[in-house]
């Protein structure tokens, strides 16, 4: 009878692995013909000053427009992206050089330069040509470096610390910034921040959602601000939703800002009508 039931549970779960394999294997074939197929796009998301209201840059964030599935996030195609790995690399790939586009379209169009901030896989780190692309597309797109930003999180750089830490000098001797992305929620280990050449750390929204309800929250993001400040460090919270926790910002002179509050990501013409209008 245990037995029995035993299997019963294992018939009960394998068709729901399967059934996720599957998905898995699909959004991986589909992602294939992503590109080519124009079903990719950048959406943007305002950085603000608090206080000021000033816009110090842009995250571009990446979308995929499904045929038959309609909008999938980020959270749900880049594992499967990174899993096949040469995907990544080409999805990479395509979002720094569509952020370049980007900035070279609005610099055009006569508006105040922003820095464009984009996020960067540890597939794409681990290729030793990367710094080498990315001085290319700087070339090609007539930008100086100043107007990209590259955002790693903390696991990425801990994961291998000594060859993310040549990529990361590398891109930085060009003059390109590196944010830290979810500050706070990767390994406990602080030691790298005082060999590697970061320019910014943005603090995870895990914390900043809490500031106004948990002290502990509310702690960690002073103390991050204060440590960003004696590193001589950009310092920038993201998921900042509401008034009150921009307060806090203000209060506790964190440089920068983004979240819903401002806006949330949208599409280029969207964002040129509501931030250069
Ligand atoms: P991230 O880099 O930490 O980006 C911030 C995420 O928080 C974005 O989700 C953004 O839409 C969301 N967000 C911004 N403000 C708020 C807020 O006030 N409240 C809440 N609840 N959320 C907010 P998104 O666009 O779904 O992206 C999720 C993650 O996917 C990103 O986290 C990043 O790790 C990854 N990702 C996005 N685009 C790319 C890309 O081009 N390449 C790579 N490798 N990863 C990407
Ligand atoms: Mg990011
Ligand atoms: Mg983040
Ligand atoms: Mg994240």
Sequence with gaps: QAKARGRGCIQFFAPEMNRRAAERHELESDLRTAIAQDQLSLYFQ?????????MIGAEALLRWHHPQKGLILPARFIPVAEDSG??????????????????RAWLDAGYPPVRISVNVSIVQLRNKDFSIYVENLLQRYRLTPDLLQLELTESIIMSDIAGAAEQVRKIKDMGIHIAIDDFGTGYSSLSYLKDLPVHELKIDKSFVHNILTDVNSAAIVKAIIRMAQGLGLRVIAEGVENQEAMD???QNECEGAQGYFF??????????????G
């Design 86 to 103: 040469h995907l990544m690399v080409s999805i990479g790939n395509w979002v720094i050089e569509k952020a370049c586009a980007q900035a």
């Design 263 to 276: 806006g949330k990501p949208i599409t280029p013409s969207a964002f040129e009508a509501q931030f250069f």
């Design 248 to 250: 806090f910002l203000i």
């Design 46 to 54: 305002p950085q603000i000053a608090p206080g000021t209201e000033q």
